[in-house]
Structure formats: C-alpha cells, structure tokens
C-alpha cells in the first residue's frame, strides 16, 4: 500500500524559485474594503498566501503560492491583480 503522507509533508516536497523582484499577486487594498472579501481570501487559500491585517487591510506572501487559481475565481472583480510568476520562478511540484 502506498502512503502519500499528510498534506503538510506533501507540500513540503514542493520547490519554490521566489521572484524577489517582483510579486505576481498585486491586492487592491481599496477594493478590499469595499468589498470585506479579506475573510474570504485568508479562508480559501490553502497555501496561507493571504492573511489580514489589523486595518482590514490583506498582506500577501506570495511566495508560497501554489498557483491554484482559486484566489482568482472568488475574489471579487477588481480586487486581485494575478499572474503566472515570472520565467522560471514559482512553484515546482514533486511527484512521490
Ligand atoms: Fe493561494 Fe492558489 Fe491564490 Fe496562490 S493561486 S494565492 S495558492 S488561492
């Protein structure tokens, strides 16, 4: 039988290239707080990218994003700016 493991150790296999020049997650903090999508955001990310702030702001740690797209599909129009890491950075998922 074979064992994947929890999903902790799982994503412990994943290898990150961080981009430290630039961050492929832009938040409209302004939208946010029109909106209140912070909970919802810091909720449906597994990869913890999102978390909320004191002032109701979302402060973003993009690199450990696993590039889902779920953030995408839930937030509201106009509050995330998302794309693909740059050439040769983001995540790399580990089989096994
Ligand atoms: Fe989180 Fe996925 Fe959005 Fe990345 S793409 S921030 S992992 S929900």
């Not at 994943?14 to 707080?33: F, K, P, T």
């Not at 909720?43 to 740690?61: F, K, P, T």
């Amino acid at each position: 039988m074979v064992t994947l493991g929890s999903v902790p150790e799982r994503l412990a296999r994943n290898r990150y290239e961080l981009d430290e020049g630039e961050s492929h997650i832009q938040v409209d903090q302004d939208a946010v707080r029109r909106t209140g999508c912070g909970p919802l955001l810091v909720a449906i990310c597994s990869a913890h990218v999102y978390r909320l702030e004191d002032d109701g702001s979302v402060g973003v740690e993009y690199a450990a994003c696993l590039e889902c797209g779920t953030c995408l599909a839930v937030a509201p129009p106009g509050v995330l700016s998302w794309h693909y890491p740059r050439g040769g950075c983001g995540v790399a998922f580990r089989e096994g």
